[in-house]
């Protein structure tokens, strides 16, 4: 893979820095879409760390991260999950939407994110203690829940918060028009859309026109298909189920593109 | 199995294959029977690839789809599931109803869906890198539950949507006569009794007479039931347990069809 | 088995046939013991064809249809379950009150409904297609729960649909007498009985008597009990637990039935 | 053990052996306490047939019914439930408080209880045909629950109904003296307290003075225990919490008992 | 382990004894910390029978009563519970608050509680008859909850019951004189401590100061704390949360205790 | 790891001593971060004991305390946990946040914490005496929910109570220096800062800002990172997620802290 492409908008990397200095984990907020998992491979990648992700879900288990026993041959082979390895290694450990876990996983991770530094594998019966350079990273989305229920204070507290958003429109132009692999002019419209969108009063959408959707979009013109169908397929139908709704973002839409084809 | 049969009615197939060129993941939103399952197949044919189909149901879990380690004399032998053997194989995997689906199934297809490529098997500690060709298509039926609660957002903006309706009458009525092996006339009959009941104004069924209903139906009149008892078998007594229903039904049904019997 | 007893009330012995001729799948609706299984052994004696009887209730899995494996010998041994079979020998498989398994369960039997007419036996990883005279019935009954919940309205657009309900007197006048053992006189009397109990207005039992009672009742007669004590024991007290409903039905019934002991 | 004694109080006698000659199922209702097991050892004695009991619980499943593997040497070896041996040795198989299970487990007794006298055994993929003698008997108290929704009507449409309740006094008297072990008087004096306590008025005990608690107070003093101290052992502390009711009660028996000590 | 000290209150050494002799089931009612468990070894040291004592929770599952399969060497090998245990033994079996447990874990022990006096194990498909000297003895709060509710009728009728309380000012201070190891005077005050508190009107507290309280005051005391502290330590922080409660609850200690330090 | 840092507020220590010499088990209460574990640490320290902490969570099962059964080499292998292993030790066992297990969790430490002092392992058929030195040590926050509630009170009325709240400024200054390693006048703008926010009338925040987030802040400023970076990433955006309330503890800082950038 390619170096990481990030164009930092706030103190985010100097406090990122900081963190890692004194192995401190580290919590993201920020929007669905908005550059958090490209944010974190470009910090392993300044840092020279190896990265391990691991994407959360409601039916995860402390085993899919810290391993599970594996019968081979009439034996029982341990095998490690992705948090051991990077404990182990000494790399970054990036838990993306960690509060879709259960509490139980969550709980995994606290002597890891306190002084003693450590992941208790308590069906090996021993501990791991985390190699120089490990360092956690876990993720999640501030509009979706109720983060003080999801996430237990006692873990919250031992974090470094870190609050990412959607870039400003220059910067977003530069990372839509590189990742879609399209030309400025067209790259500024779909930001001039999202951005739109995104200031609708009252809007009913539970989310807006990420940079990631004006990405696919942007990559659906690369392919040759018309603006117009690419913004509908991508941003327009996406957002939304509702006809009322995408008959009014499709009118939106109409209004702000260029009136190219 | 000889070539799908698909008459275009908007620009669908021009969006399938453009995402198709990008390798990127389809939604297809559709009422039941409409012909999502056959328009893929359609895809897959034109594209000159092969097809993975997986029926989604509450109780999937995301084993079902990658696969598992099953006991073969005494050792673990891992088994792929149907989604990673299209991942292997650069097929194109088709979730049907994925909705039906439980979060952490649908959570696997993250990673195959946004720039990585590629299916983690946790189970395995590796990923599996998607061959060219790969392509993920999902669908559902958004009249039947807020999908925006059952298709996490980081999920659903990773695709490019598309939306099938009921195709016009006359396509409709090709598709029926064909699929039915009945004569044009019957096939405009049925098609006729399909629209009435779908422009019921506030019907308090369900669904709506489907193109498969109109087609079931078709099937028994071409093995010599009467039309009436057809209709009544394959479209009234199947919308509808409410003894009022199927009465009205059927009363419509004897006004809208000819009477040939 | 000997031939089993059926007599035709409407046209559903000729749908049947429509639907077995095209290999479509049968629901088939109707009231606690009004014949439904009965029907299903008659048509598929009729056809020649095996019959495969599962029936369903609410913790039946997948793999109670479709097979699992079994530890033999230290070998995992794969066992076909009662809808595997029916599917590789061409048998009907009756899936009795299968709105009483999870929809997990049910949607096995999708593609096996629709024109792909194979069994997906994802644990084997492969699919199973029907041998020529395979053919899916399910029955229900509508009284009991809102079947647009239970059954999926893409499953359900895949069958024909058949309704029985209980049999015009004569003719359950000639099933009570057969089934029991009992001459005409006292069958026409519990038929009687049970058509009485039927026509109760505002009746607050969930069930009715059903022709199924009405020959139980009958054969505790053949061995000599008094038709009294019979009736209350068949009939009166299967229906209710309520005394004041037990005693007015057995009132009833004094009414009711001649007064021969 | 000895014959069981029972003495009969209407024409469940004569209604179970008619059942048992035609080999129907048997639903007994009635009251804790109030005799069911007693009166279904009493009918297996008279018939000449074995007893096989079991205690339904809400957690039962079938396999506790029907049998399961067990793993014996490396092989799995199959090992009959209750229900299986009897059905294969033709006994009688009582389940006591069958509503206290789950409907998985009920279900299985439907081949059994119709036409098909069978039972299927889905893990080893056969049916097991009852011997002769084969009978099913199952017993609930209608005053617990709404047994119409614990137990599935068309399980219930295939019994034949029984009804106890408490006998008369004198045969009370009877059981009770016989099975504590005491003289007629103390027996009779435990008797009237037992039917004073049932005729409570508007009585806020879920559960009345049963014949079982009479004998186990009987057993007390046959042990030397007072009649007073008895009492309140066996039955009033048994049958309340409450300290006012428990104060009540023994007011009651102060009251009802002969003051002979 | 020493004489358990037993001082008896009213007759339920008489009534325990009775049954004992019997082999009639005890139900010990009783307030948390009242003395229920040393009245049951006072008892088995008197009848000069082993005790077997198992505490009751809500996850505890019939196996861990009954025994279970362990897999030893390839092979599975029974292991008895500790209610088969005691079963075998002719031990008294003491289950601790039984009430925690699920219904299918209380009714394994019906038929040990009736006239049948065996132990049925579903799983080696025999039945262990008790050896002679088996009792059954559970205890529970009635101040917790309902247990008309979580006892089954059935099963609560098999039982003879005995109902403890806090004992008399006199034997409580021996009591808590003798197990904490300090002086009649501290003990003293300890219990009108105790008995002011259990006496407070309209008390917020779920549970009042027990006698075990009292000894682990006094148990602090002699290790040289003050009473003060001791008391604050073992008493009031103990039964409550509140800041309110903890500090009115301070002051009536205050108030109540002599002013030694 | 060096001697832990402790300095005593109030008389915890004295309390935990004697508690200590008389072997009863310990309950610390507090709020989130106020420096219970560090008690722990020391007062094990202090002790010469060995201490064997478990983080509570609420998938936690009694097997992950008391062990388990593994398969090595086609053996069952038993491997204690962690608190067999502290039992058998004479160690300290500290259960952190104990109401988040379940209550089968709880109940294992039932007769450790009374007069038996041992610790029953159902699986292995046996009791472990605790060896000398054995102390329970459990905590909770009474702030989050209602402990009342999440333990029963007899497992409560077993335990010794400890109340921790946050130190005083000069003590929590030292320690936020001392644990930072920062200089004792940014401390004391921290400490002065978290003692502002622990002010706030009404304060919707559910935790303030505890001694273990100032030391986080603190130990960012030993990195490099502004008073005001570090402040904001440790402490205001770690508070909350709400933008209005982040703003709002935002300009509370900058009034709080000096303006020394």
Same mark, same amino acid.
């Given at each position: 893979?390619?170096?990481?492409?990030?164009?930092?908008?706030?103190?985010?990397?100097?406090? =990122? *820095?900081?963190?890692?200095? &004194?192995? #401190?984990?580290?919590?993201?907020?920020?929007p669905?879409?908005?550059?958090?998992?490209?944010f974190?491979?470009?910090?392993?990648?300044?840092?020279?760390r190896?990265?391990? +992700?691991? %994407?959360?879900?409601?039916?995860?288990?402390?085993?899919?991260?810290?391993?599970? =026993?594996l019968?081979?041959?009439?034996?029982?082979?341990?095998?490690?999950g992705?948090?051991t390895?990077? !404990?182990?290694?000494?790399?970054?450990?990036y838990?993306?939407?960690?509060?879709? @876990?259960?509490?139980? +996983?969550?709980?995994?991770? *606290?002597?890891?994110?306190?002084?003693?530094? $450590?992941l208790?594998?308590?069906?090996l019966?021993?501990?791991?203690?985390?190699?120089?350079?490990?360092q956690?990273?876990?993720?999640?989305?501030?509009?979706?829940?109720?983060v003080?229920k999801?996430?237990?204070?006692?873990? &919250?507290?031992? =974090?470094? @918060?870190?609050?990412?958003?959607f870039?400003?429109?220059?910067? $977003?132009?530069?990372?839509? @028009?590189?990742? %879609?692999?399209?030309d400025a002019?067209? %790259?500024?419209?779909?930001v001039?859309?999202g951005?739109?969108?995104?200031?609708?009063?009252?809007?009913?959408? &539970?989310?807006?026109?990420?940079?990631?959707?004006?990405?696919?979009?942007?990559?659906?013109?690369? $392919?040759?298909l018309s603006?117009?169908?690419?913004?509908? @397929?991508?941003v327009?139908? !996406?957002?939304?189920?509702?006809?009322?709704?995408?008959?009014? #973002?499709?009118?939106?839409?109409?209004?702000? #593109?260029?009136?190219?084809?």
């Amino acid at each position: 893979m390619s170096t990481p492409f990030y164009l930092p908008v706030s103190d985010e990397v100097e406090v =990122f *820095h900081a963190a890692a200095r &004194r192995g #401190l984990p580290v919590l993201l907020k920020g929007p669905t879409g908005c550059g958090k998992t490209r944010f974190v491979e470009a910090m392993a990648n300044q840092l020279g760390r190896e990265l391990v +992700t691991v %994407a959360g879900h409601e039916d995860m288990t402390s085993a899919d991260l810290v391993g599970r =026993f594996l019968l081979k041959g009439g034996e029982t082979v341990w095998v490690d999950g992705p948090l051991t390895r990077a !404990v182990r290694q000494g790399s970054i450990c990036y838990l993306d939407e960690i509060v879709e @876990a259960r509490q139980d +996983t969550i709980v995994v991770i *606290h002597p890891l994110a306190d002084h003693r530094r $450590e992941l208790p594998v308590d069906r090996l019966g021993t501990s791991v203690p985390a190699a120089p350079g490990f360092q956690l990273v876990i993720s999640y989305n501030p509009g979706y829940q109720s983060v003080l229920k999801s996430i237990k204070e006692s873990t &919250r507290q031992r =974090f470094v @918060a870190i609050e990412l958003d959607f870039p400003p429109a220059d910067i $977003e132009t530069d990372i839509v @028009a590189r990742e %879609a692999g399209i030309d400025a002019d067209t %790259a500024r419209a779909l930001v001039t859309l999202g951005r739109a969108i995104r200031d609708l009063d009252g809007s009913p959408l &539970r989310e807006v026109a990420s940079t990631r959707l004006l990405i696919l979009a942007g990559g659906l013109v690369a $392919e040759g298909l018309s603006l117009r169908s690419a913004v509908r @397929a991508a941003v327009v139908r !996406v957002l939304s189920d509702d006809p009322d709704l995408v008959s009014a #973002l499709g009118e939106l839409a109409d209004a702000v #593109l260029p009136n190219r084809e």
